[in-house]
């Protein structure tokens, strides 16, 4: 088992309010390129007790057995079940089929392409029908949405204010590992992130980049305990007015390639000649463009494997008439 660093290997778990029994709640999936609607489901079974214990599966996130017996079936019966409230408009099946089609309409106001539909129908259906649990839908950001996901904590006096910015475009470990190690860089830290708008991480990426648009993204980093506050739509320069308005002691980068600005200039030039720029080695080699390109090569496994999910789910979903 690991632990999440709230406390130290051997530490006990929290006492439940009141001197009572501590809650201990379990929760399992597969996990698979873990976005924003698994951190939803994580934070909802959280505060459902005290301690949480996540389960990862070895593959597929099926919930029935070998035989087609529902895996949580006697836990249902002794009454100890609770579902966690989806949340609409993602999924990893949506996120695979905007990796596949190269298509730059999910990150726009544009309807998406009648290829993309087709496609994003096909990977998530099986022969048999669709699934109401993993089919596409249209993602809209709500404050609620993002109020779920802040912490709500502002900078206290004394506190060191570090700066990042980028697109964390599918919201990776190597994105976690970079701002823990920007985290650690201080006693006491205040993580500000910074996000680019769509167009400026397709000007600087090119291709269909950013798969996740930027109310995703937002959600996404948001839910990263070492990040205490996002810039929704940062500039892509860190200029003096920027510095000056978040109060910023530190600004750092990971060792990715910085494109220059569009008139050719270094967008981090400002804290260069102020010298608190740092850059800084996640020490993970996993980016962006490695996770899209594992998904290009292995698509027709990705495809099979969902499929043999889906059949399996709604097999079961009408043998219990829960299909609506």
Same mark, same amino acid.
């Given at each position: ?42 934070? !909802? ?5 005290? /301690? ?21 079936? *006697?836990?249902?019966?002794? @009454? ?57 839908? +249209?993602?809209? !950001? ?5 109020? +779920? ?14 700066? =990042? ?25 205040? =993580?500000?992130? @910074?996000?680019?708008?769509?167009? *400026? ?7 269909? /980049? ?19 506050? =996002? ?94």
């Amino acid at each position: 088992m690991i632990r999440n660093g709230h406390g130290a290997p051997g530490t006990a778990e929290p006492p439940g309010a009141g001197g009572r029994r501590p809650v201990r709640v379990w929760c399992d999936g597969c996990y698979d390129m873990v976005h924003y609607g698994h951190s939803n489901q994580l934070r !909802q079974a959280r505060a459902m007790g005290d /301690y949480l214990v996540v389960g990862v599966h070895t593959d597929d996130d099926i919930t029935l057995t070998a035989d087609g017996r529902d895996t949580y079936a *006697e836990v249902k019966q002794a @009454g100890r079940y609770r579902e966690c409230k989806r949340t609409q408009g993602v999924s990893t099946t949506d996120l695979v089929g905007r990796m596949l089609l190269a298509t730059k309409a999910h990150h726009s106001g544009q309807e998406l392409s009648s290829e993309y539909r087709e496609y994003a129908d096909s990977f998530g259906k099986c022969p048999g029908g669709r699934n109401p649990r993993t089919g596409v839908s +249209q993602f809209l !950001q709500t404050s609620q949405k993002i109020i +779920q996901f802040a912490s709500g904590k502002e900078p206290q006096p004394g506190e060191t204010i570090i700066y =990042v910015a980028g697109a964390f475009d599918l919201f990776h470990i190597g994105h976690v590992d970079f701002l823990e190690k920007v985290y650690r860089l201080a006693d006491r830290p205040y =993580v500000i992130a @910074g996000l680019h708008f769509d167009q *400026e991480v397709n000007r600087y990426k090119g291709k269909n /980049y950013p798969i996740m648009s930027l109310h995703e993204r937002t959600l996404s980093v948001l839910a990263c305990r070492y990040v205490a506050e =996002v810039v929704i739509g940062a500039p892509y320069a860190v200029t003096a007015e920027l510095l000056a308005h978040f109060k910023v002691d530190l600004v750092c980068h990971g060792k990715t390639e910085v494109m220059a600005d569009r008139d050719g200039s270094d967008p981090y030039q400002e804290p260069k000649r102020r010298g608190i720029f740092r850059q800084i080695d996640s020490g993970s080699d996993l980016t962006t463009d490695l996770i899209v390109q594992r998904i290009i090569k292995n698509r027709l496994e990705y495809e099979a494997r969902n499929q043999k999910k889906e059949a399996k789910e709604l097999a079961f979903l009408e043998a219990h008439g829960q299909q609506s």
